[in-house]
């Protein structure tokens, strides 16, 4: 009978406790909020809230030290590529009450691993939501720089039908090296492979079955620098990837090289592309990202300009064409974040694991 009483007690605290986080309806009572939304996503993200019944209060301002107090007693925390997850922010977060942070990029670079690991933080992530847009934004990249648009719209613009100046060079035949071939870059060397090119690949975790694909061969980064009329960097920042190009590896390249940067801005060291871009080391230079692009990108400095000096000095050459992260924008994208980084929460709040891919913590 004592025990039946102290199973019916167990019974009832499990139940009550089950109340704090779910109504009778069975839905979560748990909530969460969103940084950084941008109206371009807004529609997006609503509407996957609905459809999956989430209770989210979504805020145009990004998490920053001032703004992370907005983030108490919330479950969850829903976050942009350049929301500040400092270990700093980490901690306040947790002591705000947060549990789980949902990143709406793949990258997590942005993200104190070892404080959220510790602090028993779940993170979710999108691990892909497009990786064509990226490549084809990349494949874009290159051609503007090869055939010089912006310039030969400008000129035309101006009544200026002339072509000193707009000389390319045929793709076809020329070397690409892709360094990382996972998703994205994949997708461009597919691309490039479509337009005749050779393609080289470094990668530590090798796939030989794209090799095969690709009629391409994996290198050394050394060796794929030394060969590639192209270069292209699709690999995740990490400490082993920063400044992956530096003064020492830019100097192994062709003179006259392609660079191209969807990446993230730190795996180049902006001082050495600079004082190569001084001696005219580069055809052409595309950069979606860039090392210092936090608190610059995704906003309108029209009015007060810029007080970046190394990205006032990039996009004074000619032959450096910078797009604001832009790289991923496609509605196809935007949809798969929505959806992706907002089931993360969702089952978080309904105590299931995140799917293999999703789960960084
Ligand atoms: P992924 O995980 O599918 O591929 C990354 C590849 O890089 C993997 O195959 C990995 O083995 C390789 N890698 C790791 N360390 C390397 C190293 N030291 N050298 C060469 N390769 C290395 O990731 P995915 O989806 O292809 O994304 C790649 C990167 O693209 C992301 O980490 C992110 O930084 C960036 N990105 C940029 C976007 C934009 O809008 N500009 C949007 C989405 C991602």
Redo the contacts with the bound molecule.
């Keep these: 009978m004592k025990r039946l009483k102290k199973g019916v007690l167990v019974v009832k605290i499990t139940e009550d406790l089950f109340s704090l986080f779910i109504n009778k309806k069975g839905e979560s009572l748990m909530k969460a909020i969103c940084f950084s939304v941008h109206d371009f996503e807004k529609v997006y993200l609503e509407t996957w809230a609905k459809n999956l019944s989430l209770e989210i209060d979504f805020l145009t301002v990004g998490l920053t030290g001032e703004t992370v107090d907005l983030a108490r007693g919330y479950d969850a925390v829903i976050c942009w590529?350049n929301d500040n997850l400092s270990g700093a922010s980490l901690k306040h977060l947790h002591k705000n009450g947060v549990k789980m942070v949902s990143l709406r990029?793949?990258?997590f670079?942005h993200l104190d691993f070892e404080v959220a690991k510790e602090l028993g933080l779940v993170v979710g992530r999108v691990?892909?939501?497009s990786?064509e847009?990226?490549a084809e934004?990349t494949f874009g990249l290159l051609m503007c720089l090869n055939r010089h648009y912006p310039r030969a719209f400008q000129r035309i613009k101006d009544f200026n039908f002339t072509l000193e100046g707009l000389e390319g060079v045929t793709l076809k035949g020329k070397t690409v090296g892709v360094?990382?071939?996972?998703?994205?870059?994949?997708?461009f060397a597919r691309i490039m492979k479509g337009v005749g090119c050779q393609i080289l690949l470094?990668?530590?975790?090798e796939?030989q079955e794209l090799a095969r694909e690709l009629g391409a061969s994996y290198m050394g980064?050394e060796e794929l620098l030394r060969q590639s009329d192209i270069v292209s960097?699709?690999?995740?920042?990490?400490y082993?990837?920063r400044y992956?190009l530096n003064k020492e590896t830019i100097s192994l390249m062709k003179d006259g090289v392609f660079l191209l940067n969807?990446?993230?801005g730190a795996?180049i060291d902006t001082d050495a592309l600079i004082a190569n871009l001084k001696t005219n080391k580069f055809r052409g230079v595309g950069l979606?990202?860039y090392e210092y692009e936090e608190g610059v990108f995704f906003k309108d400095h029209s009015d007060l300009g810029l007080s970046d000096e190394k990205l006032l000095r990039l996009m004074s050459f000619p032959r450096v064409l910078i797009t604001s992260?832009?790289?991923?924008?496609t509605e196809e994208?935007l949809e798969n974040i929505a959806k992706d980084s907002l089931q993360n929460v969702k089952d978080f709040f309904e105590g299931q694991e995140l799917p293999e891919g999703h789960k960084v913590l």
């Design positions: 590529a990029s793949a990258g670079s691990p892909s939501y990786p847009a990226i934004h360094v990382g071939a996972g998703l994205i870059g994949a997708a470094h990668d530590p975790n796939d980064l960097l699709h690999c995740p920042l990490n082993k990837t992956i969807t990446g993230r795996l979606d990202v992260h832009q790289a991923f924008f994208a």
